[in-house]
């Protein structure tokens, strides 16, 4: 099961045409391909709080770990596909998450996205049992450079990938918030889960 949001095709091309951040992520399919994109931010708002011109920029998230989940996993970095998509880590890379670079460093104000497959073709993959996840639980995002944000779960939904909520996952936010995406769900004609897991923390 490879995993895909879903996003208007006018709009992710209106999008990427503006140089816009696209949010959605990606769908998993009993193939472990990936599919389309699922939900796309504001064309006038961006999930990141850009920083002043002479701050020095975020280090780069390289690990998440979610105790109460069994998840402990090195982080890809993930920007877009040619057609304004979110990427996905490929099928063959199941056990290991991504970061949404377009989005929020982890710890940073803005919202911050890290997708990972539910499963693929190969097996069960990093997020399998995230669906597990209570509120209150801890999620620990640490960087090459040795720093560590801890986030605080506050609540989960499961949404049908048509009617994928961007601005409120991916919508700018001065918060330092944290956004987790898999799919979810039942599987379509073609074997796709029809919907997205997204689980919501707040930096503590």
Not at 37 to 44: L, N
Not at 129 to 139: K, P, Q, R, S
Not at 144 to 151: L, P, R, T, V
Request: proline letters at 8%; charged letters at 20%; hydrophobic letters at 40%.
């Amino acid at each position: 099961m490879s995993f895909t949001p879903h996003m208007p095709r006018r709009i992710a091309v209106l999008a990427a045409a503006a140089g816009l951040l696209l949010a959605p992520l990606t769908g998993c399919g009993a193939d472990g391909t990936p599919e389309a994109s699922a939900g796309a931010p504001s064309p006038t708002r961006s999930a990141r709080t850009e920083h002043a011109p002479d701050a020095p920029a975020a280090p780069a998230p390289t690990r998440v770990v979610v105790p109460s989940v069994g998840v402990d996993s090195t982080l890809m970095r993930l920007g877009l596909n040619q057609d304004g998509t979110v990427e996905v880590p490929p099928a063959e890379k199941g056990m290991t998450a991504g970061w949404y670079a377009g989005g929020a460093v982890p710890g940073e104000p803005g919202a911050a996205v890290l997708i990972g497959h539910n499963s693929t073709r190969f097996g069960k993959a990093v997020f399998h049992d995230l669906h597990e996840i209570t509120e209150g639980a801890d999620i620990t995002v640490s960087d090459g450079a040795g720093g560590e944000a801890h986030f605080t779960v506050t609540g989960k939904e499961t949404v049908r990938k048509d009617g994928f909520p961007t601005e409120k996952v991916y919508g700018a936010t001065g918060e330092r918030v944290l956004r987790l995406i898999t799919c979810d769900g039942d599987f379509d004609a073609e074997g796709h889960p029809v919907d997205n897991l997204i689980v919501y923390a707040t930096l503590r």
